[in-house]
T-cell receptor, first 110, second 111 residues
Framework: NAGVTQTPKFQVLKTGQSMTLQCAQD?????MSWYRQDPGMGLRLIHYSVGAGITDQGEVPNGYNVSRSTTEDFPLRLLSAAPSQTSVYFC?????????FGPGTRLTVL | RKEVEQDPGPFNVPEGATVAFNCTYSNSASQSFFWYRQDCRKEPKLLMSVYSSGNEDGRFTAQLNRASQYISLLIRDSKLSDSATYLC????????????FGRGTSLIVHP
């Protein structure tokens, strides 16, 4: 099993550009989530999903959209990138209590 | 009070030392906790689960103190490779789907 995969690994955007961070898991987990991690701030939950077709907001959802059309995929969309969205983004999936994280996407917004 | 609190450190220890750090929590309904290890520029990965009876895995021991509402992680005979950030987590409770993470404790093991 590949576990949780994320693409791209690195991305540089200009302010105002949009993009989609991809996340996929092959463990048939119902729960998936997106976090951003900034120095000194820990993991902050952006959006999460408890199953296909169901999404909800986390702690810091503004500026981000998600969808969950399949169990496997949970893309995160940045609608109009801002420098404040420069961060490391982690996707995670879970069946029970343990969280499985993807390798992360390092995003820089200029 | 924040739900989960950790001392950010860094804890700077020599090789071979024993080091321990705690994670305090405010949700007393939690039945299980987890410690994750996060290496620099990498994703968090599960290190150990922590239940009422505690857990030991080689040089690592995790314990739960319900009375004082904290979990601890003890590392004996520290290795250079133990240098990382250690995050605690407890699972969703009270109808929530959202797990709660601490901000992490940084450990630096030096020669």
């Amino acid at each position: 099993n590949a576990g949780v995969t994320q693409t791209p690994k690195f991305q540089v955007l200009k302010t105002g550009q949009s993009m989609t961070l991809q996340c996929a898991q092959d463990m048939n987990h119902e729960y998936m989530s997106w976090y951003r991690q900034d120095p000194g701030m820990g993991l902050r939950l952006i959006h999460y999903s408890v199953g296909a077709g169901i999404t909800d907001q986390g702690e810091v959802p503004n500026g981000y959209n998600v969808s969950r059309s399949t169990t496997e995929d949970f893309p995160l969309r940045l609608l109009s990138a801002a420098p404040s969205q420069t961060s490391v983004y982690f996707c995670a999936s879970s069946h029970g209590n343990e969280q499985f994280f993807g390798p992360g996407t390092r995003l820089t917004v200029l | 009070r924040k739900e989960v609190e950790q001392d950010p450190g860094p804890f700077n220890v020599p090789e071979g030392a024993t080091v321990a750090f705690n994670c305090t929590y405010s949700n007393s309904a939690s039945q299980s906790f987890f410690w994750y290890r996060q290496d620099c520029r990498k994703e968090p990965k599960l290190l150990m689960s922590v239940y009422s009876s505690g857990n030991e895995d080689g040089r690592f021991t995790a314990q739960l103190n319900r009375a004082s509402q904290y979990i601890s992680l003890l590392i004996r005979d520290s290795k250079l490779s133990d240098s990382a950030t250690y995050l605690c987590q407890y699972p969703p409770s009270g109808g929530s789907y959202i797990p709660t993470f601490g901000r992490g404790t940084s450990l630096i093991v030096h020669p």
